[in-house]
C-alpha cells in the first residue's frame, strides 16, 4: 500500500525520491507527492495518479533540494484528492505516514481548540500538527516527533523534516516497516528497500517504537524509552536487476517465468543437506517442532491457498491434524487453541496486517510455538515468530502473487516432510524419493512453462466472457482456487473455483454455453472421478478447458479442449498444475487490455484492515 522515501545528501535528492517512489510504485497507490526543504522553507509537490504526473509537476516548478521526503498514497482516511496526498505541512514541518492512527478524531479535536485548521480529511495531518504543537514549545525536532507518537494510538511509519533543522531527517516506527539505508556522507529512510537500492545496499531495520536522527554523515537510533541503541547494518540481498523488467512486458510475466530458479534457491538448503530437517527452519526448531500435536495456519488470499494445499501433504504425510484459517476470520472469532499446535503463518510481503494480527491473537491464546514462511527478509510477521522459513523468489512486484505462491509450496512441502521425518513418518527411501522429487520439480515448472502457446491460444475463448468456472478435486483443489483469484484479480473476470464433487449440489446451475469451465485433472487418483463430473459440465453444454498430465490418456472432444503438462510428478503436481492458471490469466488479461501489474482496486501490500 503507501510507501515512503527520503534522503539527506550533499546532491539534489529530487532524483533519488522520485526515483525510489518509482520503485514503491509496485504497492499500489492513488496519489503522490514529495517536499523538500529549500532555502529554509518547505516547497511541496503533490498529484493524484501516477508518480510519473508528479515527477512532470515537481520538474516544472524546478524543485531542488539536499533533504527531501516522498509518499505514495493508498487513500484510507479521505478520498483521493491532493489535499489528502502527503507530506503533511504544518508551519514548516513536513512529514509522511504510512499506517493508520485510530485516536485521530481526538486528536484532532484537540489541536483545532489549540487553533490549527486543517487541509485535509486524512488521520496523517493530525501528526504534523502535533509535532509543530510540541515544536513551539521549545522542543527539537528530534524530540517533538518523539513526543508526538507517544499520544498516536496505531501503527505508522513517519519521515519527517522542518525547515528550521535543515540537517537532519527524522524517523519514527511502530507497527509498519521502515528502514534506514546508510551511505557515505548521505542517507536514507524507505519503508521498503527497493526506492533506495539505487544508492546503497547497506540498511539498518527500525524496530518496534524506534525513532531516528538522521543527518548526512550520522544515523543515531533510539529505541523505545527514548534512550540510544545499536542497531546492526545488514547487507540488502535484493538485487536491482529484480527490479527492473528486463526483456519481459510485465512483472508478473517475468515472475512467472523466473519460478525454476526461485523454486531452486528456496530448496537449495534441503538439496545441499540430502535430507529434511528442523534446522531448516532456525537453530532452535527442533524444540519447536518436537511434540506438537497439529498445525494451525493462517494466511490471506494467495497465501491461503498455498496453507489449503499444504493441509493435504501435512494430514496425509506427516499424520497430523492441521487447519487452515483465513487470518481475517480467525483474528474474531473464539477459538479453541492447543498450546502444543505449531501456528504457521504464510506471508509473501511479511506486512499483512491481518496475517499479524491473527498471529498476535494465536500468541495471546498460548500457542507461542510459531512459524513463518516469508519472502521479505526482516518484515514483522516472521520477527514476530520463533522460527523462519524464507522463500527466495526475490522481489514480487506485479500485484498478482506468482512465484511467491509456488515458493510457499515448496517451503510447505519442506516441513511437511520435516515433521513427518520427527513424527517417525518418513524413512530413509521416502525420504531420498522426496528430495529427489524436489530436485527434478524446477525441470518439470520450466516444462509446464513451455505450454504458454497453447494456453495463449486459449485465452482468446476467455477474453470476451464475463464468467469463468474451476475446478479440481483433493490437493487440486486449491490449484483452482487459486486459477480463479489470478482470473479475477487481473482480467477482471467473474470467476468462481468449486471442488469437481460439490458442482452437482449447486454451481451446475450456472453452467451454460457461455461459461467456460477449467478443470485441474492430473493423473492422480482421483481422475476417473473428475472425468464424471466434466461430462456432468459437458451435458449441459459447458465448454471444457482441461489441464491433466500426458500419462493421462485424456483426450481433447467436441467442447473438450486439452493441454497436457509432463507426466505426473506425484505429490508435487500442484505445483507444476499452478503455472498453467497462472499464464491462463495473464494471457487473457493481456487481451482484454488491462493494467496487468497493478490491477483496479488492489495493492501489493495489504497494510490496513
Ligand atoms: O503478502 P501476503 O502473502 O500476506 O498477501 C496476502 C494476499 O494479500 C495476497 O496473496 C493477494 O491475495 C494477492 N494479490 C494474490 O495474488
Redo the contacts with the bound molecule.
Sequence with gaps: MCGIVGAIADRDVVPVLIEGLKRLEYRGYDSAGIAVINDHDVRRVRRTGRVAEMEAAALAEGLQAQLGIGHTRWATHGGVTEANAHPHVSHGVALVHNGIIENHDQQREKLIAMGYEFESQTDTEVIAHLIHSFLVHGADLLTAVQAAVRELHGAYALAVVSRKEPGKLIAARMGCPLLIGVGEGENFIASDVSAILQATRNVIFLEEGDTAEITRDSVTVFGADNHPVQREVHLSDVSLASLELGPYSHFMQKEIHEQPRAIADTIEGVIDAGAFSAELFGADAAQVLNGIEGVLIL???????AGMTARYWIEGIAGLPCSVEI?SEYRYRDVVANPKTLVV????????L??MEALKYAKSLGQERTLSV???PESA?PRASKLVYYTRAGAEI?????K??TT?LVALFTLTATLAKLQGRLDETGEADYIDALRRLPGSVQHALNLEPQITAWSEHFAPKEHALFLGRGVHYPIAL?GA??LK?ISYIHAEAYPAGELKHGPLALVTDEMPVVVIAPNDSLLEKVKSNMQEVRARGGELFVFTDADSNFHPSEGVHVIRAERHVGVLSPIIHTIPVQLLAYHVALVRGTDVDK?RN?????TVE
Design positions: 494466511a490471506c488470499g494467495t497465501s491461503y491457498y487470518a503463518t504464510l506471508s509473501q510481503s511479511g506486512e499483512t491481518d496475517t516469508c519472502n521479505v510477521i506485479g500485484v498478482a502473487s506468482t511467491a505462491f510457499q487459486e483469484l489470478k484479480e490491477p488492489l495493492a501489493k501490500s495489504v
